[in-house]
């Protein structure tokens, strides 16, 4: 690294957990870049402050986690994606300006599209479990690739019809009873709970009612086969799991940033899951 290196990094509270340090870094050496992506742990009160000041810092741009992608949004111009979502994870400077994105949309959708090629083709209805943050990104990008019916199955249910108000009427709101009766017409089924996670109750879903070329993809990658993953597998449907969407997340910015697409590759895959089993 030089001293006129690109630099990028991932902004949060707390941040070490964060897997993008580990992503970015194979990729910018893979593709041997005079560039670096660091950790920056930034309390909230010292946000905007720090934001708004990324180039004098050296910064290109910036991923940001929990819990600043809110102020993210308000303190940046969002694209389409940033704005429906809600919340931006991704910033990137240009002409002196100061962009956002959220790239868990094209993340879950990307994944999706390497796992299960053609699983949009004339998906009709889903079932999308939880109504958070990342279930505005996995509905967003549903709308997106033209799904015309989207079930948001959450807790909470005042959660989920606040998606239906924000994403209008191809999303309903439903409960957990109502679940074999829209499985049995659903293909696609989404985990955007934290049911499953290590240390976390376990999701109870019964998968029979769904067809047989129905596909379920779950956001949760801790552990990286998920009770519901391994449920869906033993039943013979097609997966998509949350290490492929974390990585495909990563590729816009990186992009962005450095002006190379990168490719998530098995050999990156195997590092973050190994490092993920730590
Ligand atoms: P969030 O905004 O906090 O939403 C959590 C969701 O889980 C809510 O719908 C919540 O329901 C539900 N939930 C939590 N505990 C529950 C319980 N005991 N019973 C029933 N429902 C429960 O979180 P998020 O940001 O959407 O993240 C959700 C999960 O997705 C996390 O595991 C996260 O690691 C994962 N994720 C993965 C990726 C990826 O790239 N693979 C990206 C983003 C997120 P209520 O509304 O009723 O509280």
């Known amino acids: 690294m030089t001293a006129g290196a690109r630099a990028a990094c991932v902004v949060g509270w707390p941040v070490k957990h964060s897997r993008s340090p580990l992503i970015h870094n194979y990729w910018i050496e893979q593709h041997k870049l005079d560039a670096v992506y660091r950790y920056e ?20 741009g910036a991923n940001i986690t929990i819990p600043h992608k809110e102020a993210a949004l308000v303190l940046s111009e969002p694209d389409d994606r940033a704005r429906a979502v809600g919340a931006a994870n991704t910033l990137w400077l240009a002409q002196g300006h100061l962009h956002s994105t959220n790239t868990d949309v094209e ?3 990307a994944n999706l599209d390497a796992s299960v090629p053609g699983w949009d083709d004339a998906l009709d209805e889903a079932v999308v479990l939880g109504a958070g943050g990342s279930a505005r990104a996995v509905v967003h990008g549903l709308i997106e690739r033209g799904c015309g019916r989207i079930h948001v199955v959450n807790r909470t249910p005042v959660r989920a019809e606040a998606l239906r108000q ?4 191809a999303v309903r709101a439903a409960h957990w009873s109502a679940l074999p009766h829209l499985l049995a017409r659903a293909g696609l089924l989404v985990n955007t ?4 996670m290590t240390g976390q109750p376990p999701l109870e879903v019964e998968l029979s009612p769904l067809h047989a070329d129905a596909v379920v993809a779950d956001l949760v990658y801790v552990p990286l086969e998920t009770p519901l993953l391994a449920a869906a597998r033993g039943c013979g449907l097609a997966t ?5 969407m974390l990585l495909h997340q990563a590729v816009r910015g990186f992009q962005l940033w450095f002006g190379v697409r990168p490719e998530v590759t098995p050999e990156l895959r ?9």
Do not use: N, W
């Open 193 to 196: 709970t934290s049911l499953g």
């Open 240 to 244: 998509a799991d949350g290490i492929g």
């Open 107 to 109: 993340g879950f959708t």
């Open 270 to 278: 195997a590092m973050v899951e190994a490092d993920l089993g730590k």
């Open 41 to 60: 742990e930034i309390p909230p009160e010292a946000f905007a402050d720090f934001i708004s000041h990324l180039s004098a810092r050296g910064y290109v």
């Open 166 to 169: 924000r994403f209008g009427e």
